[in-house]
């Protein structure tokens, strides 16, 4: 295998978070279901601004969030994602490159303009999501360099990639580079209601061996096999995935490899696997409790 | 008098404030001093922004600030200051309406970008801004808006005002119809650079009643009167200026009005003095201990 120059590089939507507190009642009023991300339209975003109280801007993005944490960590991190040549998508490139990211995508010049996701934090803490995918959309199969990819230990991506039209043809491209190099491909399930937009998708890709790593909490679990009980969704899992992460909130995480596929001693095993109590928010290695020991 | 529609008033440099931790290395290398405000043009800002850390945008502004404070108090509350029609503008506009100020300055469609403040902060919680004052230089006369101005009980001015070149004419149309329509106006001092930059004109303005309340720290004091003695100081600005509150961090806020203008019963006269311990940040009316009767 070549020498990566990359410990993991990150394929996900480029956002950036616009935040506010608000209420229960607002929620309510803009018919939001609390705790979930939805995907919202260029009127639709205008609209909640203008409703919105004063907000707070930061660079966000689910992948692109967790390869910053893995560059505070100390992994030489690398990241794809389409932002417009905008003010919001130099700010989304500052940021991700001052953590520290490799961050070489070229900007939209024309299109939509840098995704935002509006993000409303009610006094309990919870919060609620709302994704105008703008630019993001615009991640096409030509935005995927070869080199970054083939020199990547672990390629990265979020389920929310399913979303944008091209990204999906995008991300095959890159896991097929990242396969022929001998790179392993993780994929995170994002949020329940991605899983039940996408399901047989996912599976399909898992399945298939597109995957080799599921990164899953227990709500997206029970989503890709559509049961209430975590057990059953367990079994069916380890009987698809190659190796699948499972955050449970205060309960820690579950980490398995297939068995069928015995390769606790091949390439990409090199894992050290450990449970703590996590805070159940977030999906950085640190937060899930694994940390790769190539890292 | 005729009604008013505000309780209060500010014209100031509309800014969004780029917040980033650093440490006192960084501050050495970009020959900063720490916890004081310089001006920077667009190539120091393209420079400092590549240098700087992963940051957090958040709408600021000197007297933009005071005014969302005010408002959040329940005070009637206005402002008036540019931006461009560009995504920072926005973000600016939307942030001052959503705090409930009324904000109807309408955006420059050309020229330089939405001003930026980039703010420093040090793990010893000093703050170090470097401001590009971008579309901030064009706020003109023509932006003032006469039955606004004249429908503000009080208006409130930013010492920085007078960086942006045309800024001050603009203040001092401002000023004029304010005094014609019987209204008060009120400058902060902003900070001491800012007053040995402009000290000739502030006194001159104090001093002809143009201002009719002064806000000032303790080395904002000094720097007006160029002493280091604050009875000296005190004494100084007793003589020039009508009314006065001078923030002193531990030590509370100190307020008179000149005996010799005996304005305590006339009109503008209103407010409830009192003493008390401040955080010494800030010049919001509640941390200066000041706060109008009739607001």
Same mark, same amino acid.
């Given at each position: 295998? +070549? ?5 993991? $590089? ?17 929620? +309510? ?19 909640? %601004? ?10 966000? /993005?689910?992948? @692109? ?15 794809? /994602?389409? #932002? ?12 991700? &490159? ?19 996701? %509006? ?5 309990? /803490? ?5 994704? %105008? ?10 935005? =995927? ?15 929310? $990639?399913?979303?944008?039209?091209? @990204?999906?043809?995008?991300? $095959?491209? +890159? ?9 392993? #491909? ?16 996912? *599976?399909?890709?898992?399945? @298939? /061996?597109? =995957? ?24 069916? $899992? ?24 015995? *390769? ?10 450990? &449970? ?15 940390? @790769?020991?190539?890292?």
């Amino acid at each position: 295998m +070549a020498a990566t120059r990359f410990d993991v $590089l990150g394929i996900g939507n480029a956002i950036v978070d616009v935040i506010a507190r608000t209420d229960d009642a607002f929620l +309510a009023k803009q018919k939001m279901r609390k705790g979930t991300m939805r995907l919202i339209d260029e009127a639709q975003a205008a609209g909640l %601004y203008d409703a919105m109280g004063p907000a707070v801007e930061v660079s966000g /993005g689910s992948a @692109a969030n967790t390869i910053v944490g893995a560059a505070s960590l100390g992994a030489r991190a690398a990241f794809i /994602g389409k #932002v417009k040549d905008d003010e919001l998508g130099r700010v989304f490139a500052h940021d991700i &490159r001052a953590a520290g990211v490799a961050f070489a995508t070229p900007p939209a010049s024309a299109g939509p303009s840098t995704a935002r996701c %509006y993000v409303l934090v009610t006094p309990d /803490g919870e919060r609620t999501m709302n994704t %105008y995918l703008g630019a993001a959309q615009d991640l096409h199969p030509n935005d =995927i360099d070869p080199d970054a990819i083939a020199a990547a230990q672990i390629i990265y991506l979020e389920g929310y $990639l399913w979303d944008p039209p091209h @990204a999906k043809e995008a991300f $095959l491209k +890159a896991a097929k580079i990242a396969h022929d190099a001998d790179r392993d #491909v993780a994929l995170t399930l994002s949020d329940a209601f991605c899983v039940d937009r996408y399901r047989a998708e996912f *599976l399909d890709l898992i399945r @298939a /061996g597109t =995957i080799d790593l599921v990164f899953a909490n227990e709500r997206e679990l029970h989503s890709l096999y559509e049961t209430a009980d975590f057990d059953t969704a367990l079994d069916a $899992l380890r009987k698809d995935a190659r190796l699948a992460v499972i955050t449970r909130s205060e309960r820690g995480c579950l980490i398995f490899e297939s068995c069928e596929n015995a *390769l606790a001693s091949g390439p990409g095993s090199g894992l050290t696997v450990a &449970r703590r109590q996590t805070s159940g928010v977030g999906k950085t290695p640190r937060r899930s409790g694994i940390r @790769a020991s190539r890292l």
